[in-house]
């Protein structure tokens, strides 16, 4: 995905719940698609988008939560920067799964999304 201009344009006219709905969607996709090896392109994308999501995310968030999406933003690093070793290992690859879903799952609850 190359024009993050206009990504960034269209994902900051949705409200708080909304983008947090979509960054957990981003993850949820991750866990999906860490099961197949082919998908490894389509990951790493949904790594980088997911990473720019919290960026333009988490200066509208409260404090309490902009903590946990740097702490999501740092783990998301760390797994692109280990990415090669951890595609080649079907074993670390369903751990970054699990943990994207356990992700998810947290980034959902605190977008307010799942009360409505």
Not at 29 to 47: A, G, N, Q, Y
Not at 74 to 88: F, H, K, T, Y
Request: glycine share 6%; net charge negative.
């Amino acid at each position: 995905m190359g024009n993050w201009a206009a990504t960034r344009e269209r994902y900051l006219r949705d409200s708080l719940p909304i983008r947090l709905g979509g960054l957990a969607a981003n993850l949820a996709r991750i866990k999906s698609f860490s099961d197949h090896p082919d998908h490894r392109d389509v990951i790493e994308s949904l790594l980088d988008e997911s990473k720019f999501f919290i960026e333009w995310t988490a200066p509208e968030a409260g404090i309490d939560l902009q903590v946990e999406l740097v702490a999501l933003q740092l783990q998301l690093a760390c797994w692109q920067r280990s990415w090669q070793d951890i595609w080649a290992d079907p074993l670390q690859r369903a751990a970054v799964g699990e943990q994207a879903q356990t992700w998810s799952e947290r980034v959902l609850k605190r977008s307010g999304l799942l009360g409505r």
